[in-house]
């Protein structure tokens, strides 16, 4: 089994950690956790989640606790901040094939990690500096532990004891990565599971006791001293804006109810194709196989449900659904290629070429987005949009043979499909080479993308690093100016106040600098004592007159 492992290692180090700071960490998410890191290591207060040197409630420190030990060892930049991730790809893989092998077989192993890797949206995320990937890592590891414990041939009180414990743990840490909101989806699952299996097979009064115990104790690990340092205001926040985000949208990120089907459907596009085939039960899988395809089942429509009515609509919020349909996916394609129990569905054929072709079409046509500019642009209602779209990139049109190999991919592995005796080289064709594409947008499509949308402003902020300047963003919210121009631990505190640094009240020798979008200029410019230097792809930059 060694060298086993010591393949995925290779090929997910290949894949995760070269060129991870390839573009700039995007606003907010990505650099408001990279920026509490580098604050964490200027203030040497590690105990808390700070932002502009202010306490930020929005997240507990265990992600954070992560970068700021990379940023440390490597360097405060975009590499760190985005290493804890690349190593959890690689433990994601691991974990996948070793679950397979252990409730099936190696074959299943194989399978199930070729399905994720070949997945458009996780492969991409592992190169992401955003909580999710560790966080879903933590939830689904535990969740594994607790079907241990649902099965009836597992009796053997100590091995019970051991998954107990271990389940408890790391569905802990996954609350201290991003919140209780772990606990919810982590209960709920097992709580539905057991009804499911109408509590033939449960957790016994002491396994939920236990479970409690261990995992307050995990989480009491920072609540605790947090609590007793600084007394319970901060913890309060902290609950009062996981509940708010449920119930609000947040600064605009809404979305229909059947957000994140369209999200799934499009971003784990080719696995979300095939995952619905599993549902079909086949009485020869064993209790072990059988308990845990049903909690895939409940843990992937418990995150569905529960974030579809979350009011906060962003993509990586379902993210966790990832897991789950990867494996039914796997599940799907092993008794395709290898018993002969499924067969292969002409309509999931057909909407897999839809949408492949729509994909292509995309991949195809964006290349040469600077010819079509002048009939794109007056479509565009938003301003701000619209002068993003007129950054200068450069879009080497060879690279329109991306959407070429892609619908070639989709249409060859439609056919090998549809012949049984070439099945295995459908699918392999089909997900290895989904993975070579989703590298080739990462490599040559998001730089660009990351050009339109942010990087005039990010080269702004890195032109005054080191220097006693005051930056604040006016009319949007950002973290990318505390970031990338390093703002030193301010030995003022009026320097922390935003509203004095944009009114101008503030007393400082410090020349202001000021950032908008380019649909707030009219407001920005109301105040005499701002003048404007210069607008770039949608952004315009100021200075305060002394």
């Not at 899988?285 to 449900?305: A, P, Q, R, S």
């Not at 010819?371 to 950054?391: H, S, V």
């Not at 590298?439 to 993308?449: A, F, G, K």
Request: charged share 15%; proline share 4%; hydrophobic share 50%.
């Amino acid at each position: 089994m060694l060298k086993y492992y010591l393949i995925l290692i290779a090929i997910c180090s290949a894949l995760f950690l070269p060129m991870l700071d390839i573009v700039h960490l995007f606003d907010w998410d990505e650099i408001n956790f990279a920026e509490a890191a580098r604050e964490m290591l200027l203030t040497h207060n590690f105990s808390r989640v700070q932002i502009n040197f202010l306490p930020f409630w929005e997240k507990p420190p265990l992600f954070i606790w992560m970068q700021a030990l990379c940023m440390q060892l490597f360097g405060v930049g975009d590499y760190a901040a985005r290493l804890p991730n690349a190593l959890a790809g690689i433990i994601t893989i691991c974990l996948l094939f070793n679950i397979g092998s252990k409730i099936k077989d190696i074959r299943l192993g194989f399978i199930w990690a070729i399905v994720y890797l070949g997945t458009l949206l996780p492969t991409i995320y592992f190169k992401s500096g955003i909580i999710d990937p560790i966080f879903n890592l933590f939830i689904f590891a535990g969740l594994y532990q607790y079907s241990k414990l649902l099965n009836p041939d597992n009796r053997t009180n100590i091995r019970r004891i051991i998954w107990t414990l271990s389940g408890a743990i790391l569905i802990g840490l996954a609350v201290l990565t991003k919140g209780p909101v772990a606990i919810l989806i982590s209960v709920l699952t097992i709580l539905i599971v057991g009804i499911y299996t109408q509590f033939r097979c449960f957790l016994s009064f002491f396994e939920v006791l236990l479970s409690i115990f261990i995992g307050l104790l995990v989480i009491s690990a920072w609540f605790l001293p947090e609590t007793l340092q600084n007394g319970t205001w901060f913890i309060q926040s902290f609950i009062e804006y996981q509940i708010r985000l449920f119930n609000t949208q947040d600064a605009g990120h809404g979305g229909p109810f059947y957000y994140h089907i369209i999200v799934l459907l499009i971003g784990c596009f080719p696995a979300s194709i095939f995952f619905l085939s599993s549902l079909k039960k086949d009485f020869q899988d064993d209790n072990k196989y059988l308990i845990f395809k049903t909690f895939n089942i409940v843990l992937f429509f418990v995150v569905l449900v529960l974030f579809s009515i979350v009011k906060t609509k962003i993509v990586h919020y379902s993210s966790l659904c990832w897991f789950p349909l990867s494996f039914l996916c796997a599940y799907y394609f092993e008794k395709l290629l290898f018993t002969g129990k499924f067969k292969v569905r002409y309509i999931h054929l057909f909407v897999l070429l839809i949408i492949g072709i729509a994909l292509s079409v995309i991949l195809f046509a964006v290349p040469f987005l600077n010819e079509y500019k002048p009939q794109i642009l007056p479509k565009i209602k938003d301003t701000f949009a619209q002068a993003n779209l007129t950054a200068n990139m450069y879009w080497n049109p060879l690279l329109s043979l991306t959407g070429v190999l892609f619908l070639l991919i989709c249409i060859f592995s439609t056919v090998f499909l549809l012949k049984v005796k070439f099945q295995v080289l459908g699918f392999a064709l089909l997900f290895i080479g989904t993975l070579i594409c989703a590298q080739l947008i990462m490599y040559n499509y998001v730089p660009n993308i990351e050009g339109y949308s942010q990087r005039a402003a990010i080269e702004f902020y890195q032109k005054y690093q080191g220097q006693p300047v005051l930056i604040e963003p006016l009319g949007f919210k950002s973290y990318a100016h505390l970031y990338y121009a390093q703002k030193p631990l301010p030995l003022d505190s009026a320097e922390l106040n935003s509203d004095l640094i944009k009114s101008g009240k503030i007393k400082t020798d410090k020349q202001i600098y000021y950032v908008s979008k380019i649909n707030y200029e009219r407001e920005v410019l109301q105040d005499t004592m701002i003048t404007k230097l210069y607008e770039k792809n949608g952004f315009v930059f100021y200075k305060r007159v002394k």
